[in-house]
């Protein structure tokens, strides 16, 4: 991926470039002394907006902020909150740190890995769920703990609870 | 009873707001601060108060902010440490979410002290609900002058922006925090220079963790002598405990630092569910090494605790029961530290690749005589070779395991299955419910 980035795009940045993501992006960097400093930021805004960073976000980046397209590459692979592939459009994690796992966060992995028909970091075939666990929440007196996309906790989570959960996610769906 | 102070607020209606923080006194401190203090007064305050950093080392916090060079021409930065990750705990989590001003005046304060005129708050984006509650929180000072030019009519400014992390415990490391909001892959810089001397864009600048910042309006108010009089000696003051794991009460608590550990977990937790016995606890998060059931009369001290071979840490007190084993526990802990180590240097890099290998083999019944030596030769190699502190610190997680507990490293090895297989579950696994991919369906 890193030496496609640093081959240039045969477009303009005219052609791609996302204004109103751009005139955000350069509001931002004005809350720090070096704009290099608001490369986390715009990848959080671009994930949120495109649901995850394509080697086109990470160029579009690099160019507002005058980052080289590799140095941005470089900050989104280190971050696990950042991804370079879509997910579905409900992302189930998990947490399975020590707490939870007291808590039995294992047989909860387990069930839901059996009803989603699903190991850990795939998604269903229709784009719906994403499973993967999670490292500690900050939310270990309420264990097992789980956070879908970057909303409020699921927590006290047992299977009971976990069915109602996915089944409400999927009358939204409909 | 102990009456609190940090978490007097949050059982409040709207405690989250402004004006409930206000009623009840909130940003007093400040104003006496701003009108009658110098910044060299408010550090000889905190100095005096005996206050110690609350993020894990435990470092004086008012000599902290002393070594930041007043004469320096460049600017100075403050960063509050809200990245949070430390498995069991959730402390900062509350301030946050419940008392966001009590922080905010905490920082103004800290960054009167050290002469910054920007703050940034370092949180982890998993906190996305307290994110918010923050971001209002700060909307709202800035609306009411209590931030931005002028702050209380005084010639004092501050910006306070957030920034948010992205999934990287290792961000909680201060130099690695700086790294981050800086641009950079978030790794550890080499010590010295310290950050109070050369820190965020090679300015001076202080770290200090969210709840050590909660206490500063307090000690403006109630004195330093009120502090210095709660709890240790050598490090006093009101303090913030998580519990969780096996125990009936988990939640956080705030008591005074000295509290004998079994205190916490069998007064406060109300011991193990189920009438089990307890079997270890872990003190101070994932990094300090457990202490098994006969050591509980230990004191919640920085220095008590350091010299038992474990540590204060972020005071996340995680109980394990007679059920709980304490390999798959090491296992889950050690493969945390594995996974969020940034990769940097070897000994952690690799060094934790192979504990994490021996330790799967040795949980999932096929360890071989001799892997217990392997694992301890393993953190001989690690242990003090390490960049940062979480090498360390996962080695001294495994060191404390195999210290008390080895016997049930052995049990797995010799007899090839775990003794506590039948893990505790509050789960109902008879569902016989599927889910259809392709017709978005149950079946
Ligand atoms: C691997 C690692 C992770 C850390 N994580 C945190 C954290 O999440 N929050 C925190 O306040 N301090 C954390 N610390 C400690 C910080 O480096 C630093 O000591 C602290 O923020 C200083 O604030 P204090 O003096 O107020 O405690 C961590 C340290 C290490 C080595
Ligand atoms: S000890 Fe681990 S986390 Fe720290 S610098 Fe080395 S590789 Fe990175
Ligand atoms: S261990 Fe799961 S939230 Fe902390």
């Known amino acids: 991926m890193s030496s496609l980035l640093i081959a240039s795009s045969s477009q303009t940045p005219d052609e791609y470039f996302h204004p109103d993501l751009r005139d955000q992006i350069n509001e931002i960097a004005l809350r720090y002394p070096e704009r290099r400093s608001a490369v986390m930021p715009a990848l959080h805004i671009y994930q949120e907006r495109f649901g995850y960073i394509s080697q086109q976000s990470m160029e579009e980046i690099a160019d507002i902020l005058d980052m080289a397209p590799v140095q941005v590459y470089e900050v989104t692979s280190f971050y696990h909150h950042f991804r370079t592939e879509p997910v579905g459009k409900y992302h189930l994690k998990i947490c399975n740190n020590i707490s939870c796992m007291l808590m039995g966060a294992d047989c909860l992995i387990g069930h839901i890995q059996q009803i989603l028909q699903l190991k850990c970091d795939e998604t269903t075939r229709d784009g719906m769920f994403t499973l993967s666990t999670a490292e500690c929440l900050g939310s270990c007196d309420t264990a097992p703990v789980m956070q879908i996309n970057n909303d409020a906790y699921c927590e006290h989570l047992d299977a009971e609870k976990l069915n109602k959960i996915l089944r409400s996610l999927e009358n939204k769906i409909e | ?443």
């Open chain 2, 1 to 443: 009873m102990f009456e609190t102070t940090l978490l007097k607020n949050t059982t409040l209606n709207d405690s989250h707001l402004l004006a409930t923080y206000r009623s009840n006194g909130g940003y007093e401190a400040l104003n006496n601060v701003l009108t009658n203090f110098s910044p060299e007064q408010l550090i000889d305050l905190v100095k005096e108060s005996n206050l110690r950093g609350r993020g894990g080392a435990g470092f004086p916090t008012g000599l902290k902010w002393s070594f930041v060079p007043r004469e320096s021409t460049k600017p100075k930065y403050l960063c509050c440490n809200a990245d949070e990750s430390e498995p069991g705990t959730f402390k900062d989590r509350v301030i946050i979410e419940k008392d966001p001003h009590q922080l905010i005046e905490g920082i103004v304060l800290a960054s009167y002290a050290i002469g910054a005129h920007v703050a940034y708050i370092y949180i982890r984006v998993e906190y996305s609900v307290g994110a918010k509650i923050l971001q209002r929180a700060l909307d709202e000072c800035y609306n009411a002058s209590l931030l931005g030019k002028n702050i209380f009519g005084s010639d004092f400014n501050l910006d306070i922006t957030i920034h948010h992390g992205a999934g990287a415990y290792i961000c909680g490391e201060e130099t690695a925090l700086l790294s981050s909001i800086e641009g950079y892959r978030g790794q550890p810089k080499l010590k010295p220079p310290f950050p109070a001397i050369s820190g965020l864009y090679s300015c001076p600048t202080v770290i200090n963790n969210v709840e050590t910042l909660a206490c500063i309006p307090h000690i403006v108010s109630k004195g330093a002598k009120w502090f210095k009089e709660i709890g240790s000696v050598k490090g006093p003051g009101p303090k913030l405990y998580c519990l969780s794991g096996r125990v009936n009460n988990p939640g956080t608590y705030e008591l005074p630092t000295g509290i004998s550990l079994r205190e916490l977990v069998e007064g406060y937790g109300g011991g193990a569910p189920n009438g089990k016995k307890i079997k270890a606890v872990i003190p101070g998060g994932a990094s300090a090494p457990m202490f098994p059931e006969s050591e509980l009369d230990i004191a919640m001290d920085y220095d008590e605790l350091m010299a038992a071979g474990s540590m204060f840490g972020s005071a996340g007190v995680i109980v394990m029961d007679e059920d709980s084993c304490i390999v798959k526990a090491t296992l889950s802990m050690l493969t945390f530290f594995h996974h969020e180590s940034c990769g940097k240097c070897s000994p952690c890099r690799e060094g934790l690749t192979w504990v994490v290998k021996l330790l799967h083999r040795i949980d999932s019944g096929s360890g071989k005589s001799g892997d217990i030596e392997e694992l301890e030769h393993l953190a001989n190699g690690i242990f003090g070779k390490c960049f940062c502190p979480l090498g360390d610190g996962a080695i001294m997680a495994l060191r404390g395991a195999l210290k008390y507990f080895r016997e049930e490293f052995i049990f797995h090895i010799d007899r090839g299955y775990c003794p506590f297989h039948k893990p505790y579950s509050p789960l109902m696994l008879s569902s016989e419910q599927r889910y259809d991919h392709s017709m978005h369906q149950w079946h």
